[in-house]
């Protein structure tokens, strides 16, 4: 496009700002000056607030190649979700992932790094060749390529335990055996003898763990196993997944469950509204606790206990990671286990039992 006002031609770009022009401006050295905008050297707070103000007012930006260059790293952290790679956007539209990626994404920031979030699958052309310092892989599938790719390409990688005692691989994860314990303990303790299991037809090692944890489980009190795994992700392929539970199976003997833990993330009060649409009241029919970061189970009447999987934990304990090795050179195989948390609310306790606002970090 032109501009008319200027003769129909484009307007010359705006100059840009050196550092020996700020310099200038304050009346200070280009190495004071710089030393100011780096938080280094021994100035005084007055000339250092003079220096940055002064690169502020005349809207001063370092150059970002020079730095790189200088550093040898572009300060880029790719980010991959593994486990949706048919839907590889569709992460964002679920409560646990799209805090994981915003709290990556501060947390990088904070630190001097920005992330950029790529496709899922294998390893794509459009990004391969993009300098990147490293990648955080969430959540891989079991036959997902990526990591394999990532670091035959000597790129370093982040991402949950899978990835343990791999050279150039990193981990962060939770103890998802323990949580899945600690959920059908206090299902078990307000009563419930026929928990039901819905969980996503997902080949991650977290719901890999939650199927063998409640197995082990269900072997040890001597109750039926009913599982029911979501057919996608999403709230329509859940809440299916959910209802199907309700009416229970022959694995149960005919019987209906008598609670209900949803592992796979569908909004807590769709949950709650396909059990009283099967005739369930929560909770004196039917105890039920949701894995979920969504704030409405806050809201619902009753209201629904989660387990946390504390995302903004993981994204801070994986980003701290990322600069150890980057920046300090830690290279050896290194992890992180960060604690989950199960908060008791109404529909997981029985009427005349104690109901806890939060229950200890598993």
Not at 32 to 47: D, I, K, M, Q
Not at 67 to 76: I, P
Not at 117 to 144: H, I, K, N, Y
Not at 165 to 174: Q, S
Request: with cysteine; glycine share 8%.
């Amino acid at each position: 496009m032109t501009d008319s006002r200027h003769g129909g031609q484009p307007s010359s770009p705006t100059p840009r700002v050196r550092l020996v022009d700020v310099a200038r401006e304050a009346g200070l050295s280009k190495t004071t000056v710089s030393a100011a905008l780096n938080g280094t050297g021994r100035l005084s707070p007055e000339v250092r607030e003079k220096a940055r103000e002064t690169a502020r007012r005349m809207g001063y930006r370092p150059n970002a190649t020079a730095r790189q260059l200088r550093a040898g790293r572009a300060r880029l952290i790719g980010y991959v979700v593994g486990e949706l790679v048919d839907a590889p956007w569709t992460f964002l539209e679920s409560p646990y992932f799209a805090r994981l990626t915003g709290a990556t994404a501060a947390t990088a920031l904070a630190r001097g790094y920005a992330v950029v979030l790529l496709p899922a699958g294998s390893l794509q052309r459009e990004w391969a060749e993009l300098p990147l310092d490293a990648v955080v892989v969430a959540d891989p599938a079991a036959d997902d390529p990526i990591v394999e790719e990532l670091l035959a390409a000597r790129i370093p990688v982040f991402s949950d335990r899978s990835v343990e005692g791999r050279p150039g691989a990193h981990w962060v994860d939770v103890d998802g055996a323990a949580a899945v314990r600690a959920s059908l303990d206090h299902l078990w303790e307000q009563g419930a003898r026929r928990p039901a299991l819905v969980t996503p037809d997902s080949t991650t090692r977290f719901h890999s763990g939650v199927f063998a944890a409640y197995h082990a489980w269900c072997a040890e009190h001597g109750v039926s196993e009913w599982v029911v795994r979501a057919a996608a992700p999403g709230n329509g392929p859940v809440v299916r997944a959910v209802e199907t539970a309700l009416v229970g199976g022959p694995e149960t003997g005919g019987e209906r469950p008598d609670a209900l833990f949803v592992v796979a993330e569908a909004s807590p009060p769709l949950v709650l509204e396909a059990a009283r649409r099967h005739g369930y009241e929560v909770p004196r029919d039917l105890l039920l606790v949701c894995v979920s970061e969504d704030v409405t189970a806050l809201h619902t009447d009753p209201a629904v206990t989660t387990l946390s999987l504390r995302p903004h934990d993981v994204a801070q304990a994986g980003i701290e990671l990322l600069v150890a090795v980057l920046e300090h050179g830690h290279l050896q195989p290194s992890g992180v286990l960060v604690p989950t948390e199960l908060e008791v609310r109404a529909s997981s306790v029985r009427h005349g039992q104690t109901e806890w606002t939060s229950r200890p970090p598993t």
